[in-house]
């Protein structure tokens, strides 16, 4: 059990990690949004493919059993790209809070339609959660810029779907691995998109790209695609929301962002409500 709480924290601060290396690259200048994107999907697919070939090779009966497919590839694209445009206006925290609590929210979304029954309780969270967007998003000298919260709730929406798609999967470590392969196919457009701006790119930026992809997406997602069998499904919802409140203190230490009582209050709200949806959710007796 110490061993799955320790890669727990390690994978959780690795999601957290992604927010500030974005964060800290885009509000330096360091990098512009499509390239960081690109640069990130190139070095977590090499680092994903080489884990996953690693994993094979150890593991003399395993053989590669899911190759992703298309769709959640495109998923993956859209979280990755509309996660760096938002960051450019985005404070870490309240980036990683939209995110966190949109990918959350998707997934409970999808179990409403799909006719999941719910306790009143859950009811009333999802409530809670609402009034804490609203609250968040309130006219107010600290309020988020509306485009880039909205670019980070398609993100966080796109995560979910993807999330969605791969709990059915055989083997997630390859699913991911083949779906940032297939992403790649939309990069060439993001460098077309960009051609003209490279030589502002600054080997800063690159680095921190490179690290969000290989370590934070790479490194990260392997340690909790290994630890999540180990974990409920309400555990690992669960344990996701500590994500948002890592990265606005790495917010905080490391990029000098003011901690505002709004967002702490909407933080509690939203990711409370999450935490008690979860925790309450099991079989209604009918």
């Not at 094979?56 to 859209?78: E, H, R, W, Y």
């Not at 999330?163 to 699913?175: D, H, N, V, W, Y």
Request: aromatic fraction near 10%; charge should be positive.
């Amino acid at each position: 059990m110490p061993t799955t709480v320790f890669y727990t924290l390690m994978a959780l601060c690795a999601f957290a990690a992604n927010s500030l290396l974005c964060r800290m690259a885009l509000q330096s200048g360091d990098i512009d949004p499509l390239s960081f994107t690109a640069i990130r999907l190139v070095s977590g697919a090499l680092t994903l493919f080489l884990l996953m070939k690693w994993q094979v090779k150890s593991v003399k009966s395993m053989t590669v059993v899911d190759k992703g497919n298309n769709l959640s590839a495109l998923s993956l694209f859209v979280y990755a790209l509309c996660f760096s445009i938002a960051y450019v206006n985005l404070n870490t925290g309240t980036g990683a809070l939209i995110l966190f609590s949109a990918v959350q929210l998707t997934m409970i979304g999808h179990s409403i339609i799909n006719k999941e029954p719910l306790r009143k309780l859950q009811w009333g969270a999802l409530i809670v959660a609402f009034a804490g967007f609203v609250y968040l998003m309130l006219p107010s000298a600290t309020v988020p810029s509306l485009l880039p919260a909205v670019l980070m709730a398609v993100s966080g929406v796109a995560w979910g779907i993807y999330s969605i798609r791969g709990k059915t999967c055989e083997a997630p470590l390859q699913a991911t691995a083949y779906n940032f392969l297939r992403s790649l196919m939309l990069v060439p457009i993001l460098i077309l998109l960009v051609a003209m701006q490279w030589h502002a790119v600054s080997p800063t930026g690159i680095w921190l790209a490179i690290a969000s992809g290989s370590l934070a997406s790479g490194v990260g997602y392997s340690i909790w695609y290994l630890v999540l069998p180990k974990l409920k499904s309400s555990q690992a919802g669960v344990v996701q929301l500590i994500v948002p409140v890592l990265a606005t203190f790495a917010g905080v230490v490391f990029l000098n962002e003011l901690l505002t009582m709004r967002l702490v209050i909407a933080s509690a709200l939203i990711l409370g409500a999450v935490m008690v949806f979860l925790l309450a959710k099991r079989p209604v007796r009918t």
